[in-house]
């Protein structure tokens, strides 16, 4: 009995374990993406929009 209770410890310190890391990742990311300047931001939309509606040369 004691060494099933051992694995839902286990299990479950594993899975605060990779809350953790998981919070660790989303706030990086946040940071990264609220470096940005609004210049920047709106210079990277109009790229992607220019990149997206250009007619493909590779397409037959």
Request: glycine share 6%; net charge positive.
């Amino acid at each position: 009995m004691r060494q099933r209770m051992r694995w839902w410890k286990v299990l479950g310190l594993a899975g605060l374990a990779g809350v953790a890391a998981s919070g660790v990742v989303i706030a990086r990311a946040e940071r990264r993406r609220r470096a940005y300047t609004p210049e920047e931001i709106r210079a990277r939309l109009r790229d992607r929009h220019a990149e997206a509606t250009a007619p493909a040369a590779d397409a037959r």
